[in-house]
């Protein structure tokens, strides 16, 4: 269901609101989420923040509001798709959108114990990652479109090219995503909308901690928010980070079916998770 929270915005609002940029970004009460907010925050802005949680939505709006952005709270649940869409649509007409970046994640890992995952969870997981950003980003370009302007970043996941089997629903979830990702910037890219999507590896976030890797592949949220601004800026279609994962997705392409299958079925996290089942971050584990 659609939880809002009375929307806080700036009372400092005057004939300078119309020239503020307007960023929408989900997620973004924690992680990388909470992290691009910081990172676009400043007097030159409006941020449209969601999430669920609205007092640690709050605390990173406080945050945006003393780097001198105009902020604007929404605590909602993209489970519930329909509304997720009715209300985008609320706030683009609300005033024109000029970036969304869509960060929520829902991110969960089978347990040692289990042979398949939970089917309710496999239903949560592709809402959240697949059918309620995908059905926003339709939303908004299109509205985009209609006045020839407008860019869309979707955060996926490295995790999406790869057959994860102690995380099924999330690689699946996450490469529906970047499958759409891919056909939408297609069909948009002659009216002026731009489509990115973002691909990143492990994030030292909570819920990046809970599949453990290595300390030279785990990015800092930060770094990762300025990366992934900057390549939208330069009009990149696809960011994929760090380094490695690029690479790892060329492997993956070119090993033999019963070899990769081999491998992949011998993937296991070190150690449980650290977060409980069905945990939810700005981004999801990465």
């Known amino acids: 269901m659609l939880r809002l929270a009375s929307s806080n915005v700036d009372e400092a609002f005057d004939g300078e609101a119309e020239m503020r940029q307007r960023i929408l970004i989900t997620g973004a009460s924690?992680?990388?989420?909470?992290?691009?907010?910081?990172?676009?925050?400043?007097?030159?802005?409006l941020l449209i923040l969601w999430a669920r949680d609205p007092a640690r939505l709050e605390a990173v709006a406080a945050d945006c509001r003393r780097a001198?952005?105009?902020?604007?709270?929404?605590?909602?649940?993209?489970?519930?798709?329909?509304?997720?869409?009715?209300?985008?649509n609320e706030e683009d007409a609300a005033g024109a959108?000029?970036?969304?970046?869509?960060?929520?994640?829902?991110?969960?890992?089978?347990?040692?114990?289990?042979?398949?995952e939970d089917p309710a969870r496999v239903v949560s997981l592709g809402l959240v990652n697949f059918v309620t950003p995908s059905a926003m980003a339709a939303a908004l370009a299109g509205r985009m479109a209609a006045r020839g302007q407008g860019r869309i970043i979707l955060i996926g996941s490295a995790a999406a090219f790869h057959a994860l089997p102690f995380a099924a629903a999330y690689a699946g979830s996450k490469a529906g995503l970047a499958r759409?990702?891919?056909?939408l910037r297609i069909g948009v890219a002659p009216h002026g909308v731009q489509i990115m999507l973002a691909s990143p590896g492990p994030i030292d976030t909570p819920?990046?901690?809970?599949?453990?890797?290595?300390a030279w592949l785990?990015?800092?949220?930060?770094?990762?928010?300025?990366?992934?601004?900057?390549?939208?800026?330069?009009?990149r279609?696809?960011?994929?980070?760090?380094?490695?994962?690029?690479l790892l997705r060329v492997i993956?392409?070119?090993l033999p079916d019963r070899l990769r299958n081999a491998l992949l079925a011998g993937l296991r996290p070190a150690s449980p998770p650290a977060q409980p089942a069905g945990w939810r971050d700005g981004a999801g584990p990465g």
Do not use: K
């Open 30 to 45: 924690s992680g990388l989420g909470a992290a691009l907010a910081r990172h676009y925050a400043g007097p030159d802005c």
């Open 68 to 88: 001198g952005a105009a902020v604007e709270i929404r605590s909602l649940d993209l489970v519930d798709s329909a509304a997720a869409i009715a209300t985008i």
């Open 218 to 235: 785990t990015m800092q949220p930060a770094d990762v928010a300025a990366r992934i601004a900057r390549a939208s800026a330069q009009g």
């Open 237 to 246: 279609f696809h960011l994929t980070l760090p380094w490695p994962f690029a």
């Open 252 to 254: 993956d392409r070119l």
């Open 97 to 116: 959108i000029d970036i969304a970046v869509l960060a929520a994640g829902l991110g969960d890992i089978q347990s040692m114990a289990e042979r398949a």
């Open 180 to 183: 759409f990702a891919q056909a």
């Open 207 to 214: 819920a990046g901690r809970a599949v453990p890797a290595p």
